[in-house]
C-alpha cells in the first residue's frame, strides 16, 4: 500500500489563503514608513485606473484652492475692495481686458481679484466650521454612547431635532441671530462658521455614537474593565481610536457642502459684507441681473470657483470612500489574481 504525503494545514484551503494574504498585507503596511500611510498618500498608492483619476484630479483641485488662498495677496491684482488704482476709477461692468482679466463687475470691483481673494474666506470658514463640528461632535457622540441612560436619551433626541431642520434655514436662522445677517469679515467668517457648525454637529454625533455603542460590548472593554482601566482611559484609548475610521470620508463631505453653504447665505444676503471681505455667493447675487443683459463674466467666473471647489473636495472624499470599501477592494484584489493567472497561463 502507498502513503501520500499529508497536504500541509490550510493548503488548497480559498479562507486559509485569503487570511494568509490579508495577513501578508498588514505587514507590509506595517514596514511601510509613517508619512507614506498619511491617508492622501496611501490612498494614492493604493489606487488604481478611474479611482486613481479622480483622486488625482480632487487633490489638485483641492491643492489650487488651498495655495491660491495662501498666496491671494501675491497672486490677486487688486485688492478685494477696490475700484479705482494710481487714481483712476475702474469702469463697472468691462468685459475682460489686458487691463482686468475677467472684466468687472457693476459696482466697478475686479472680478479675478474677487475670485481669488474669495478662496480665502472659503478656506476659513471650511476650516472652522469643520474642525468645530468635528471635535464637538465627536466628543458628544463619546460621551453619550458610552454612558448612556438618561444623557443618551437626552442628547440622541436633541440631535434629532436639530437634524431633522433643513440645514440651509438652520443655517440662515443662526447666522441671523449671531451676526444680524450683516458682519465685517472676522465676525462674518465666525457667524457662517458657527451656523455651518451647528448643521454638522448631529452628523458627526450619530456616527460616533453609533460605533461606540457597538464597541463598548467588544471583549477588549469589558478586558480593559476588569484589569481595572479608568473610563476616561477606555473613552480616550480603546473606544476613540476605534470609532473614527469613517470620520475622513464624512470630513471631506462636510467640507464641500460648508462651501455651498457660506455661497448659499451670500447669496441670499446674509453673508459677510463685500467692502470687508470677498465671498463668491455675494458676487453670483450681484450678477443676476447682468445675466438678462448678456454680461456673463460677472456670474460666470464666481460661479466656476464654487463648482471646482466642491468639485475637488467631493472627488477626495468618494475616492477615499471608495478605497476604504472592502468590497471595492476585494474585487481589484481578485482582477489582479486573475490577470496574474492570466499572464502566467500565456507565459
Same mark, same amino acid.
Given at each position: 500500500m502507498?502513503?501520500?504525503?499529508?497536504?500541509?494545514?490550510?493548503e488548497?484551503?480559498?479562507?486559509?489563503?485569503?487570511?494568509?494574504?490579508?495577513?501578508?498585507?498588514?505587514?507590509?503596511?506595517?514596514?511601510?514608513?509613517?508619512?507614506?500611510?498619511?491617508?492622501?498618500?496611501?490612498?494614492?498608492?493604493?489606487?488604481?485606473?478611474l479611482?486613481?483619476?479622480?483622486?488625482?484630479?480632487?487633490?489638485?483641485?483641492?491643492?489650487?484652492?488651498?495655495?491660491?488662498?495662501?498666496?491671494?495677496?501675491l497672486?490677486?491684482?487688486?485688492?478685494?475692495?477696490?475700484?479705482?488704482?494710481?487714481?483712476?476709477?475702474?469702469?463697472t461692468?468691462?468685459?475682460?481686458?489686458?487691463?482686468?482679466?475677467l472684466?468687472?463687475?457693476?459696482?466697478g470691483?475686479?472680478?479675478?481679484?474677487r475670485?481669488?481673494w474669495?478662496?480665502?474666506?472659503? /478656506? !476659513?470658514?471650511?476650516?472652522? $466650521?469643520?474642525?468645530?463640528? %468635528?471635535?464637538?461632535? #465627536?466628543?458628544l457622540?463619546?460621551? @453619550? +454612547?458610552?454612558?448612556?441612560?438618561?444623557?443618551?436619551?437626552?442628547?440622541?433626541? /436633541? !440631535?434629532d431635532a436639530?437634524? $431633522?431642520?433643513?440645514?440651509l %434655514?438652520?443655517?440662515? #436662522?443662526?447666522?441671523?441671530?449671531? @451676526? +444680524?445677517?450683516?458682519?465685517?469679515?472676522?465676525?462674518?467668517?465666525?457667524?457662517?462658521?458657527?451656523?455651518?457648525?451647528v448643521?454638522?454637529?448631529?452628523?458627526?454625533?450619530?456616527?460616533?455614537r453609533?460605533?461606540?455603542?457597538?464597541l463598548?460590548?467588544e471583549?477588549?472593554?469589558?478586558?480593559?474593565?476588569v484589569?481595572?482601566?479608568?473610563?476616561?482611559?477606555?473613552?480616550?484609548?480603546?473606544?476613540?481610536?476605534?470609532?473614527?475610521?469613517?470620520?475622513?470620508?464624512?470630513?471631506?463631505?462636510?467640507?464641500?457642502?460648508?462651501?455651498?453653504?457660506?455661497?448659499a447665505?451670500?447669496?441670499?444676503?446674509?453673508?459677510?459684507?463685500?467692502?470687508?471681505?470677498?465671498?463668491?455667493?455675494?458676487d453670483?447675487?450681484r450678477?443676476?441681473?447682468?445675466?438678462?443683459s448678456?454680461?456673463?463674466?460677472?456670474?460666470?467666473?464666481?460661479?466656476?470657483?464654487?463648482a471646482?471647489?466642491?468639485?475637488?473636495?467631493t472627488?477626495?472624499?468618494?475616492?477615499?470612500?471608495?478605497?476604504?470599501?472592502?468590497?471595492?477592494?476585494?474585487?481589484?484584489?481578485?482582477?489582479?489574481?486573475?490577470?496574474?493567472?492570466?499572464?502566467?497561463a500565456?507565459?
Open positions: 502507498t502513503l501520500s504525503n499529508p497536504e500541509p494545514v490550510g488548497g484551503d480559498p479562507g486559509a489563503t485569503a487570511l494568509a494574504a490579508e495577513a501578508g498585507a498588514v505587514l507590509e503596511r506595517r514596514s511601510t514608513p509613517w508619512y507614506l500611510r498619511l491617508p492622501i498618500i496611501s490612498h494614492l498608492r493604493s489606487s488604481v485606473g479611482q486613481r483619476g479622480m483622486l488625482i484630479t480632487g487633490v489638485v483641485l483641492v491643492a489650487i484652492l488651498l495655495l491660491t488662498a495662501l498666496f491671494a495677496p497672486l490677486a491684482p487688486y485688492g478685494f475692495a477696490e475700484t479705482s488704482a494710481d487714481g483712476t476709477r475702474f469702469g461692468q468691462q468685459p475682460p481686458s489686458g487691463a482686468h482679466l472684466g468687472t463687475t457693476v459696482t470691483f475686479d472680478v479675478l481679484s475670485v481669488i474669495g478662496t480665502r474666506t472659503a /478656506v !476659513a470658514v471650511m476650516a472652522c $466650521a469643520v474642525a468645530a463640528s %468635528l471635535f464637538v461632535g #465627536v466628543a457622540g463619546l460621551l @453619550s +454612547g458610552y454612558v448612556g441612560g438618561w444623557l443618551d436619551r437626552v442628547l440622541v433626541m /436633541v !440631535a436639530v437634524y $431633522a431642520f433643513p440645514s %434655514l438652520l443655517a440662515i #436662522v443662526m447666522s441671523i441671530v449671531i @451676526s +444680524g445677517g450683516q458682519s465685517n469679515a472676522w465676525a462674518g467668517i465666525a457667524a457662517a462658521a458657527v451656523s455651518i457648525t448643521v454638522f454637529i448631529p452628523q458627526y454625533f450619530r456616527v460616533i453609533a460605533e461606540v455603542v457597538r463598548k460590548a471583549p477588549f472593554v469589558e478586558a480593559a474593565k484589569v481595572g482601566t479608568g473610563h476616561r482611559r477606555i473613552m480616550g484609548t480603546h473606544l476613540l481610536r476605534n470609532a473614527t475610521r469613517t470620520l475622513p470620508l464624512i470630513f471631506t463631505l462636510n467640507a464641500s457642502e460648508s462651501i455651498l453653504t457660506l455661497a447665505l451670500g447669496f441670499l444676503g446674509f453673508g459677510i459684507e463685500p467692502t470687508s471681505a470677498s465671498e463668491w455667493g455675494y453670483l447675487n450678477a443676476m441681473a447682468d445675466a438678462t448678456g454680461i456673463w463674466w460677472t456670474g460666470l467666473f464666481p460661479g466656476l470657483a464654487i471646482l471647489a466642491v468639485l475637488g473636495v472627488l477626495v472624499g468618494e475616492s477615499i470612500n471608495d478605497l476604504n470599501d472592502p468590497r471595492l477592494r476585494t474585487r481589484r484584489s481578485r482582477r489582479r489574481k486573475r490577470s496574474t493567472t492570466t499572464e502566467e500565456a507565459a
